[in-house]
């Protein structure tokens, strides 16, 4: 056997699913080569500026000599004081900053070692579908068996929950929340969280919840978190993000807060796997937690502006997309003359005759099919090109079906 039939045979890498998004962005970049004005709005990427008071923090301690030396795996001190402080205010729960928070690489990093740390071989792990790839796909690396749960629209939670539990051997170790929700935009209420709260405490469920998009909500309607039910201390950790509410993605800096067992099974792991994020970084990012939030709510505002430039202008070319209430993302439906070809076919043939790249909605599992996410990470500008586009891409669907049909045959 070569090097490379050995490769291809590690455990891990043959539990992970061949990379669905590969095929659009390969035609994407080779649209883009050509000379083609391709408006992305496939990845979620913000392109929003961080604030530049949080950039000037981080000019200011790097010129500290004694920043650039290890610094904590945890999370220095003061950031985890901060992230209390805005648990504090923003949900009125008090948070332990020694032994309730951690700081890590950004939530998918806190999501993927949490994963590592509690997860044994054979443990069952229910997780959303669709749903953001590191959900189920940290708990696979980690060698559990995931079972999916039907989610989006219509979708009833609870039926679900209940039906997953009755059908799992072993019982499930943990579940996997996602609220507000990417790809799906939807929103939950604390009566939502108090519910499941009360299955998974009389079962002995984990909860993790990912809570990254708390501060991208729209018509005033601010996202509560799941550690708002006291209760919920008891069995589950909460991860949030500053990558989307400061714009800070390439910054890689996230939290995970809440259930001490939890909060100390993450830090024993990454006390072994890495040294915190850069010091200035995190000093930078506890300014931005401590500092004048009113760039979150400018940010909040741009975002609602191209929401209802998208959602308004997709109508009016005749395609009826639900209005998000949160994130950054829309959930839409494949135009019903575009169906019988499926969310990645019709990505492509957007990309190709509209010059608009979305994300197919199969490449976030399987019950996202019938579905495309688009990304409000463009300004309103391009979002009107975009619409444009694809108002003339509707206007000649006939002609686009008739072409994909002949190309199947």
């Known amino acids: 056997m070569s090097q490379n039939d050995t490769r291809n045979e590690f455990y891990r890498i043959r539990r992970l699913p061949p990379y669905l998004f590969a095929e659009v962005n390969q035609i994407k970049a080779a649209a883009r080569a ?72 950004g939530s998918k990093e806190g999501l993927a070692n949490l994963a590592q740390a509690i997860t044994a071989p054979g443990d069952v792990i229910l997780s959303p579908n669709p749903s953001y790839p590191i959900h189920p796909y940290g708990f696979m690396i980690a060698g559990a068996s995931v079972r999916h749960m039907p989610m989006g629209p219509g979708a009833d939670f609870m039926k679900e929950l209940a039906h997953a539990v009755q059908h799992s051997v072993p019982t499930p170790s943990a579940v996997i929340l996602n609220y507000p929700s990417n790809p799906t935009a939807e929103v939950v209420d604390l009566d939502f969280y108090r519910e499941v709260v009360d299955f998974c405490r009389k079962r002995g469920i984990w909860i993790l919840s990912d809570l990254a998009y708390a501060e991208i909500y729209f018509d005033g309607n601010p996202p ?78 741009i975002y609602q502006k191209r929401r209802d430039i998208l959602i308004e202008g997709l109508a009016a070319a005749g395609w009826q997309v639900p209005s998000p209430k949160a994130t950054m993302f829309a959930w839409a439906p494949i135009p019903e003359e575009f169906r019988e070809m499926g969310s990645m076919e019709f990505s492509k043939l957007l990309l190709e005759n509209a010059e608009v790249a979305v994300s197919p909605g199969v490449g976030f599992g399987e019950y996202g099919e019938g579905f495309v996410r688009i990304a409000l990470v463009e300004n309103e500008q391009r979002i009107r090109q975009a619409v444009r586009n694809i108002k003339k891409f509707m206007a000649n669907k006939d002609q686009h079906i008739a072409a994909w049909r002949n190309k199947q045959d």
């Not at 030396?69 to 209390?84: C, E, H, N, Q």
């Not at 995970?256 to 792991?269: C, F, Q, S, W, Y």
Request: overall charge negative.
């Open 224 to 301: 509560p978190s799941i550690l708002e039910i006291p209760e919920a201390r008891e069995i589950a950790v909460e991860f949030t993000s500053m990558s989307k509410t400061y714009s800070m993605a390439g910054w890689r800096v996230g939290f995970a807060v809440g259930n001490k067992t939890l909060i100390e099974a993450l830090t024993r792991v990454k006390s072994y796997l890495d040294y915190g994020a850069f010091t200035p970084i995190q000093v930078a990012a506890a300014a931005a937690l401590n500092g004048p939030q009113d760039c979150v709510e400018e940010h909040r505002q």
């Open 34 to 105: 050509r000379g083609e004005d391709i408006i992305d709005l496939g990845m979620g990427n913000p392109d929003l500026p961080t604030p530049q008071h949080i950039i000037d923090k981080l000019k200011e301690t790097v010129d500290d000599k004694r920043a650039h030396r290890y610094s904590m795996s945890k999370g220095i001190p003061g950031l985890r004081k901060a992230l209390a402080s805005y648990y504090d205010r923003r949900f009125n729960v008090t948070i332990d900053p020694d032994t309730e928070a951690v700081v890590t690489l």
